[in-house]
């Protein structure tokens, strides 16, 4: 577990699992073996696997605490969910996520705030739990921020074609009554806002902290592979099509990256 410091605010990642299931050249579908092949010196094994041609991913949250509030920002994929199209995160029963977020010294009843940067599967399984055959917000006594452009998105692409993730991980924390929907540039305090990314989905946005003069951004599916640092040209499924310089000296986390 790696804890970095943002001024007064400590950040740490709690890593659900390790996804070797992504097929580079499917994900990245402008690049050939060749391109990869170049690269496979440093990024392998941590980033890439030669012998395979799949990517390694981590999926993870971050755990933000500050003088005020703690924070949970994006919640995996979670244990027990349907995912059928994602055979690797159908029904997993990992037990990773609740206990990590323990030895980080935080329990579910101590968060604060969920902040979802989007709202795909892998990015709000933990938003619930399974407790006697229902599902239940996962942190009782937190309010999950959404962006309200991304949750009008979904519920209406839920609405033309059910979709298991947002019956499971984003319906029944709404019907806790434990759901926020703001604007995009919703600011928590001076130390915590939203800053609106719009491109992986309509309604992205990105965690903005800052305290003391330090600075960080918490986004997610940002960046998928380090290769893309030294090739920014490509294209992947899931092309992140707003691209803005990081202030130097800034921090920069994303909630599906390699691992560190």
Known sequence: MTKHAVGQITVQRIVESICTDFDALRFFPETTAQDWAQHSDWLAPRAYHPDTGK???????FLVQTRHHTIVVDTCVGDHKPREKRPFWHMLKLNTFLPRLAQAGVTPE?????MCTHLHPDHVGWNTQLIDGHWVPTFPNAKYIFSDLEWNNFEALHQRKPQDHITDSILPVIEAGQVQTVRNDFALD???WLEPSPGHTPGHVCVHLASQGKHA?????CIHSPVQCVEPAGSCVLTWTR?????????????IATPT
């Open 55 to 61: 990517l390694v991913l981590t999926i993870q949250a």
């Open 190 to 192: 001076d130390e915590v």
């Open 243 to 255: 691209r803005s310089p990081t202030p130097h000296g800034w921090v920069f986390w994303n909630a």
């Open 217 to 221: 951004v918490i986004t997610g599916d």
């Open 110 to 114: 101590n968060v604060d705030y969920v």
